[in-house]
């Protein structure tokens, strides 16, 4: 997210829920636009996408609280043109994020640090091309804490805007795996620490443990329950 503080004022101020909502449909207005602009060989229409593109980074803006600044919306625009493809490489989907929980014989999960932040949260990467979901979650969890792990199932699919943290399109497969060896060895670049934890027990910086706490548990001590995803609300997109 960028920040443009030369730029905020407390009359751009708006409030978390109207934030995710602007963000949510600042994203939308601009993957219709980009993916417009991926197909389209009319000059008129291109032009009309990219004035779509302008007020999409003028909502984004607005929802970072700097609604009056040129340069941020440009930055956005910016951003979102860069990435325009051609044709079908060129329709915008939601990035796709693997998250993993990892029990051991112990009944203790798996948590990692994050370098940057400091946030404690299950081992979690982008989905690389070349690779299945369920492998992505077995590398990840070796590259981040050294453990090796074995998929058992898939807990569920989460959408990471709508849950809110996220600023843009993004789903996350979340899989339950078994430690099945390895050691704790922190990436040396991504990870400040890793270690086991107990239910209850967590470090106090956890993000997000309100909804996926529970859920972990379960899984860690064999429960079994279908998949999760998030309801469709009705309407659909006014909701």
């Not at 270690?195 to 706490?213: D, H, K, L, N, Y």
């Not at 001590?221 to 909701?239: E, H, S």
Request: aromatic share 10%; charged share 25%; glycine share 12%.
């Amino acid at each position: 997210m960028h920040q443009v503080s030369s730029d905020k004022s407390e009359g751009d101020a708006v409030s978390p829920d109207m934030a995710v909502d602007l963000a949510r449909w600042s994203e939308t207005l601009a993957g219709i636009a980009r993916t417009g602009m991926g197909f389209t060989e009319s000059l008129y229409e291109r032009e009309r996408f990219e004035e779509v593109l302008h007020v999409a980074g003028d909502i984004k803006a607005a929802a970072a609280g700097v609604s009056r600044s040129d340069t941020a919306r440009d930055e956005f625009v910016g951003e979102w043109v860069e990435s325009i493809g051609e044709g079908v490489p060129g329709y915008v989907t939601p990035k796709v994020a693997v998250g993993v929980i990892v029990g051991n014989d112990n009944g203790e999960m798996l948590l990692v640090q994050r370098k940057d932040s400091g946030v404690w949260l299950y081992p979690t990467g982008w989905a690389d091309v070349g690779y299945s979901p369920a492998e992505v979650a077995v590398k990840e969890v070796h590259e981040e804490t050294g453990i090796e792990c074995e998929p058992t199932r898939l807990l569920g699919v989460v959408d990471g805007q709508r849950m809110g943290f996220s600023r843009f399109g993004m789903y996350m497969l979340l899989f339950h795996c078994r430690a099945t060896g390895g050691s704790l060895n922190p990436h040396p670049l991504e990870t400040g620490d890793v270690g086991w934890f107990a239910q209850g027990q967590f470090p106090e910086a956890t993000a997000g443990v309100g909804w996926w706490g529970d859920m972990a548990f379960d899984a860690i001590n064999g429960v079994q329950a279908p998949a999760t995803f998030d309801d469709v609300r009705d309407p659909i997109w006014r909701t």
